[in-house]
């Protein structure tokens, strides 16, 4: 049996998110420029997408550039948004195909024009589109999308909008830029690494983790057919005991 064939389909998790990290070092083992691992980074990002795709994953979350990741080189930084405006435009058209929506989190006014011009066209062109929501965090850091949301909140509570004893988990949720995204099921780490960089610190409250030492470039479908597997065969408590979930 495939591992895919191996997935419940019944229990996919509704929510995946990935810290895409391991590009600059899979480039580095080959001896080529990390841009390079860039590139090929964008190759792993389609293989995903498909995967979830084909396993009816409803929502897919990547963060592909961090508040912290603008204090790169100014070289690598700038690579990276020629890359993203060239994949936003090259992928329109799968996006399209596949029924995709594509979505953004993060201080996108921060990104050069360029890049915001095509994230907003494209978002906008598959804005009616059902079958999976593909979200990507670009100047994306979690504080800060908390300071963000603790500034409009005050703000509401000052101007007698709301009182504090209306804040709960829902209105918090209103205010993050994840508004219209479920928690996170599961959390993927490719590279090694076992931190969360400042990725959605809210919304994994109660994510299952899943790291993997394969550098981002090389992970491909299988991979990530892994990872659901290995999800499904974890109990999800939320508190309770093992007895109250039977
Ligand atoms: C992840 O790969 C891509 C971004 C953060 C934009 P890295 O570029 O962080 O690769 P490593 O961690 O240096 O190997
Ligand atoms: C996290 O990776 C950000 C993205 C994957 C976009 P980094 O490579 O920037 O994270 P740290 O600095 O190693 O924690
Ligand atoms: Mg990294």
Same mark, same amino acid.
């Given at each position: 049996?495939?591992?895919?064939?191996?997935?419940?389909?019944?229990?996919?998790?509704?929510?995946?998110?990935?810290?895409?990290?391991?590009?600059?070092?899979?480039?580095?083992?080959?001896?080529?420029?990390?841009?390079?691992?860039?590139?090929?980074?964008?190759?792993?990002?389609?293989?995903?997408?498909?995967?979830?795709?084909?396993?009816?994953?409803?929502?897919?979350?990547?963060?592909?550039?961090?508040?912290?990741?603008?204090?790169?080189?100014?070289?690598?930084?700038?690579?990276?948004?020629?890359?993203?405006?060239?994949?936003?435009?090259?992928?329109?058209?799968?996006?399209?195909?596949?029924?995709?929506?594509?979505?953004?989190?993060?201080?996108?006014?921060? %990104?050069?024009? +360029?890049?915001?011009?095509?994230?907003? #066209?494209? $978002? *906008?062109?598959?804005?009616? @589109?059902?079958? &999976?929501?593909?979200?990507?965090?670009?100047?994306?850091?979690?504080?800060?999308?908390?300071?963000?949301?603790?500034?409009?909140?005050? %703000?509401?509570? +000052?101007?007698?909008?709301?009182?504090? #004893?209306? $804040? *709960?988990?829902?209105?918090? @949720?209103?205010? &993050?830029?994840?508004?219209?995204?479920?928690?996170?099921?599961?959390?993927?780490?490719?590279?090694?690494?076992?931190?969360?960089?400042?990725?959605?610190?809210?919304?994994?409250?109660?994510?299952?983790?899943?790291?993997?030492?394969?550098?981002?470039?090389?992970?491909?479908?299988?991979?990530?057919?892994?990872?659901?597997?290995?999800?499904?065969?974890?109990?999800?408590?939320?508190?309770?005991?093992?007895?109250?979930?039977?």
């Amino acid at each position: 049996m495939t591992l895919k064939d191996q997935i419940d389909t019944n229990k996919v998790p509704r929510h995946v998110a990935v810290i895409m990290d391991g590009n600059g070092r899979w480039a580095k083992k080959r001896g080529l420029f990390r841009t390079k691992g860039h590139e090929n980074g964008a190759k792993a990002v389609k293989q995903v997408v498909e995967a979830c795709g084909e396993i009816k994953i409803p929502y897919l979350t990547l963060y592909a550039f961090s508040t912290e990741n603008w204090n790169r080189p100014k070289i690598e930084v700038e690579l990276l948004m020629t890359l993203l405006i060239s994949s936003l435009k090259k992928e329109l058209k799968n996006l399209q195909k596949n029924d995709i929506r594509l979505m953004a989190i993060g201080n996108i006014n921060e %990104l050069p024009n +360029k890049v915001l011009k095509e994230l907003l #066209e494209v $978002i *906008d062109k598959t804005k009616n @589109n059902k079958q &999976l929501t593909l979200t990507l965090a670009l100047s994306y850091g979690s504080r800060q999308e908390i300071i963000k949301t603790i500034q409009e909140i005050s %703000l509401k509570v +000052k101007n007698n909008l709301i009182s504090p #004893e209306n $804040i *709960d988990d829902s209105l918090i @949720n209103n205010h &993050l830029y994840t508004q219209n995204l479920p928690d996170v099921d599961l959390l993927i780490r490719t590279s090694g690494e076992q931190r969360v960089s400042n990725f959605l610190l809210w919304q994994i409250a109660y994510a299952e983790m899943y790291f993997t030492e394969t550098l981002w470039p090389d992970f491909n479908k299988e991979d990530l057919f892994e990872a659901v597997l290995n999800y499904q065969n974890r109990e999800r408590r939320f508190g309770k005991t093992s007895e109250q979930l039977n």
